[in-house]
């Protein structure tokens, strides 16, 4: 008995310990990691929440706090709502400071198939938990989910992975503007299987693209746009020109736009 008291004695030791390894005092309240949903909320509903006054919400069951990587905070929960019981999943990363402010990762399913991933900066003033910036928006897998994220410098590095349809949103929001045709939705935004490059950041600041995809399928007799992307992709491919700064993204999109405009005589720019 004595045996096993001394046992339990140094696992909550060791615990405390872990979590103040890996975690600034921002992080934490009365001696534990801030609620994992907690976090959620500040991010996603732009909210303040006075940790003292915070209470863990009825409806939720914790059933889990097994994660894939041993940094993160959190669990797998049951959410139950109008008789329906939902299986989520939250969990934070503590990435670094950033000046006073907290950098994390935090990645969440709300009982769906999306795997949702956000990076952003928090803030604590005694017991009050802020959200100082949202530094991406909402990502899902392929569709600009967080792949990696650190801070070094006093700078957020991280990286999305994206598909086709990011490269003229990113042109647009980094470089140039582009003209871009009206039916751009036939490049792809799906979260799954369509994942050809990484984008890389510091801050918000763009830094490049980096294509990782193998060669991209080519129909010969398919004239649309995401035909063209994959026609130059391959090219750039093939010439090993696989990282890809602002310049060259402009002159991958113009080089898309001229392929399809070829073959589309009615739309000019």
Do not use: W
């Amino acid at each position: 008995m004595k045996l096993k008291l001394i046992s339990i004695i140094i696992l909550l030791l060791f615990s405390k310990e872990m979590y103040a390894h890996i975690l600034p005092k921002e992080l934490m309240h009365k001696g534990k990691p801030i609620e994992a949903i907690c976090i959620k909320e500040v991010i996603e509903q732009q909210k303040n929440i006075n940790l003292s006054e915070y209470v863990f919400p009825s409806n939720i069951s914790v059933i889990s706090t097994k994660a894939y990587d041993k940094n993160l905070i959190g669990y797998t929960y049951l959410y139950h709502e109008n008789n329906i019981t939902y299986e989520c999943e939250v969990f934070y990363k503590y990435l670094g400071k950033i000046n006073d402010k907290i950098a994390i990762f935090i990645t969440y399913r709300d009982g769906g198939t999306g795997i949702f991933t956000r990076l952003a900066l928090l803030k604590r003033d005694n017991d009050i938990l802020s959200n100082f910036a949202n530094i991406t928006l909402e990502g899902d897998r392929c569709d600009a989910g967080v792949e990696m994220a650190y801070v070094k410098d006093n700078r957020l590095h991280y990286t999305l992975n994206i598909g086709s349809a990011h490269f003229p949103e990113l042109c647009n929001t980094h470089g140039k503007n582009i003209n871009i045709p009206h039916n751009i939705n036939n490049l792809s935004y799906s979260a799954v299987g369509s994942c050809c490059a990484i984008a890389k950041f510091e801050d918000n600041e763009f830094k490049s693209i980096e294509l990782t995809s193998s060669y991209l399928e080519i129909n010969s007799e398919d004239q649309s746009l995401q035909n063209c992307f994959a026609i130059i992709y391959n090219q750039y491919l093939r010439k090993n020109h696989t990282s890809i700064n602002i310049t060259d993204l402009e002159k991958f999109m113009d080089e898309v736009f001229l392929l399809y405009n070829t073959h589309h005589p009615l739309y000019r720019e």
